[in-house]
């Protein structure tokens, strides 16, 4: 006797719709505030253009958010004095998302009229989010010693280390470079 066995299942399927995490961080709408606003799933890069006159050197800073924490990482690229330069670490820091003292915020928020230029096509300042950039303009060698001024006093809250002296050189270093023989000169009047 031959005994032939047959299996029915029923399975009834639903469909899960698996739905991806996104992100609803918008570069220009949240800049003043991605402190807040950015997600696990958000990277800013900032690239700054920290080249005036015949000095040549460039920053580049990765920004993420590691549970409550932000992480910041910045590279430094300086082209005067080297025949191959290299991006080289300069920090990597994690700051509380209720950060007081990093006022980089406040920085963008100072400076968003910088974000309109006819005449080039790349600021001194670009932020970076999802292929949408923001960029930051100055116009002339004054404009631009204020821009950097402002920068740097922002960036060394962050990082008052200073390694490299990426944000500017003290004037008290300067001082002592010239071991305390800083002249005036007076000008005559034609």
């Keep these: 006797m ?22 609803e961080f918008n570069l220009k709408a949240d800049i003043t505030e991605f402190k807040k606003k950015i997600t696990e799933l958000d990277t800013l890069k900032i690239w700054f253009n920290h080249s005036v006159c015949t ?8 920004i993420t958010k590691e549970s409550d924490l932000i992480k910041i990482r910045t590279e430094f690229k300086e082209d005067t004095f080297e025949e191959n330069p290299e991006w080289k670490v300069v920090y990597e ?14 920085f963008f928020k100072r400076n968003i009229e910088r974000q309109k230029s006819e005449e080039k096509k790349y600021g001194t300042l670009q932020v970076s989010h999802n292929g949408i950039k923001v960029h930051y ?14 920068y740097y006093e922002t960036m060394k809250m962050l990082h008052p280390e200073n390694k490299n002296n990426i944000y500017g050189v003290e004037i008290s270093e300067i001082e002592n470079i010239n071991n305390g023989e800083i002249k005036e000169t007076e000008l005559e009047p034609e």
């Design 93 to 106: 820091k994690r700051i509380p998302i209720t950060d007081t003292i990093w006022k980089i915020e406040e």
């Design 137 to 150: 303009f100055t116009k002339g060698l004054i404009d631009l010693n204020r821009f950097l001024a402002d």
């Design 55 to 62: 000095y040549q050197g460039a920053e580049r800073i990765e």
């Design 2 to 23: 031959l005994l032939t066995l047959i299996l029915v299942s029923c399975k009834k399927e639903t469909e899960k719709k698996i739905e991806l995490a996104k992100s």
